[in-house]
């Protein structure tokens, strides 16, 4: 019988074929697909969370788990989908209108996923009206943007008011990060929430939908 703290372990060491080795043999021993994700992969995505955030683990360590985590949940999907599981909540996530840079918005979509949401990403240079357009369609429950560049922060500041503008601030809540951003600034522009780095957003997330 497969053990699915060594899937877990599998995750954060980076060992996609073993994740999906794992994976697939616990599928075999009729271990549930929910089980695997609830109890493996969002177990593994969690910790290396805690790692990035106390600096043990870095960049490359945690592309690496969340690449294994994709491997797992390959699989599984499909049969999530049959047994029509739902994820714990929809967020729609870009880089604000005028920035390019998304490595730190990938991690944080990665450990959202790693959590059990269902991620919506939209790339960089996302202007309000794509999140808006994305929100209207998806029924997203939350808003995600990221920021590098001092000069692109009032974006999301122009998202916050083009939300208002079309009468959705309320259906949605909304969350900011990324290296220039500050709690004060997501305060200022009216942002539900701020996050400094991948795993705490994905922790104010699941307070945010709570
Ligand atoms: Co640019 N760049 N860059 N860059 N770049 C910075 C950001 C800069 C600080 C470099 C510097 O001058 N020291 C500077 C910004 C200065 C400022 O505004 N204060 C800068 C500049 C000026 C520029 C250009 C203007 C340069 C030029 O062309 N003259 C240009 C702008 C292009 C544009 O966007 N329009 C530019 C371009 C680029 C590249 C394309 C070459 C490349 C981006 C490639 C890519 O992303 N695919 C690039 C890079 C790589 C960087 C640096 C070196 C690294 C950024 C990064 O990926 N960090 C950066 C300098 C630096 O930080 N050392 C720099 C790693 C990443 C994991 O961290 O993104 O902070 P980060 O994400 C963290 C947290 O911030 C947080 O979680 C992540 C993980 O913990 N987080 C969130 C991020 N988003 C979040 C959202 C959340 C919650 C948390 O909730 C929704």
Same mark, same amino acid.
């Given at each position: 019988?497969? %053990? *699915?703290?060594? #899937?877990?372990?599998? +995750?954060? =060491? ?8 794992? !994976? ?74 005028? %920035? *390019?840079?998304? #490595?730190?918005?990938? +991690?944080? =979509? ?8 269902? !991620? ?84 104010? =997330? ?5």
């Amino acid at each position: 019988m497969v %053990d *699915l703290r060594e #899937i877990a372990d599998a +995750l954060k =060491a980076g060992n996609a074929k073993k994740v999906k080795e794992l !994976v697939q043999a616990a599928l075999d021993d009729g271990i549930e697909a929910v089980d695997i994700v609830n109890k493996a992969l969002i177990v593994g995505m969690g910790e290396i969370g805690v790692l990035f955030k106390n600096n043990e683990v870095y960049v490359p360590e945690v592309l690496i788990a969340a690449r294994a985590m994709h491997a797992g949940l390959n699989i599984l999907k499909p049969l999530l989908a049959e047994k029509d599981v739902k994820p714990i909540g929809r967020i729609v996530i870009g880089t604000v209108r005028g %920035d *390019l840079h998304d #490595i730190g918005k990938n +991690l944080v =979509a990665m450990m959202l996923e790693g959590a059990g949401f269902e !991620v919506i990403d939209l790339g960089i240079d996302v202007a309000p009206e794509k999140f808006i357009e994305a929100v209207k369609n998806t029924n997203a429950d939350i808003v995600a943007m990221s920021a590098l560049l001092t000069t692109t922060m009032p974006g999301m500041k122009d998202t916050i008011e083009a939300f208002k503008a079309a009468g959705l601030r309320d259906s949605v809540k909304i969350m900011v990060g990324g290296a220039p951003v500050t709690q004060s600034f997501a305060e200022e522009i009216g942002a539900d929430g701020y996050a400094p780095d991948a795993a705490s957003a994905s922790d104010l =997330a699941k307070e945010l939908i709570a």
